[in-house]
């Protein structure tokens, strides 16, 4: 496979990725709305700040990473992971409205953001740090994943 097409195949990943999730997500609003939250849990605005940051850091370093590093099957392998993972908890937590089903989703989306975090570093210190704040926001959303199923164990 072509570098270049490696560089589709994470584009194409993270579109799905996108696209995926704004509609899972937007589905369950009200039911979101009427759960207890955890005390931690930021505020709005802050999701939609990290979110867009994280889908430009992942097109960007996905980018780098399949034209220029060794590691770039590890790579598309683990984002894909990740985004499957991500996607089975926005399906999950909002439309099934099974919060511990989607703890775990969310669980095995961030071990599997860690091998991309990984191959960043080594690929360049900047393209690793640019990705910690995703790897960071995944484990935040974890442990409220979790904290919500557990204030909420009937929903």
Known sequence: ?????????NLVVLGIYVV??????????AWY????????QPPDVVFGLIWPYNFAMLAVVGTLVALHSTGRWVW???????VVGALGWAYLFYARQSPGASAWALTAAAL????????????????GI???PYLVWLCVATSLAIGYAALNPQS
């Open 130 to 132: 640019a990705m910690l």
């Open 76 to 82: 598309m392998v683990a984002f894909a992971c990740s």
């Open 20 to 29: 995926g999730s704004g509609v899972w997500v937007r589905s369950g609003d």
């Open 1 to 9: 496979m072509t570098k270049a097409l490696l560089v589709v195949v």
């Open 33 to 40: 709305r009427s759960l207890e939250r955890p005390a931690w």
């Open 112 to 127: 599997c953001t860690v091998p991309m975090v990984i191959v960043a570093f080594r690929f360049n210190v900047v393209a």
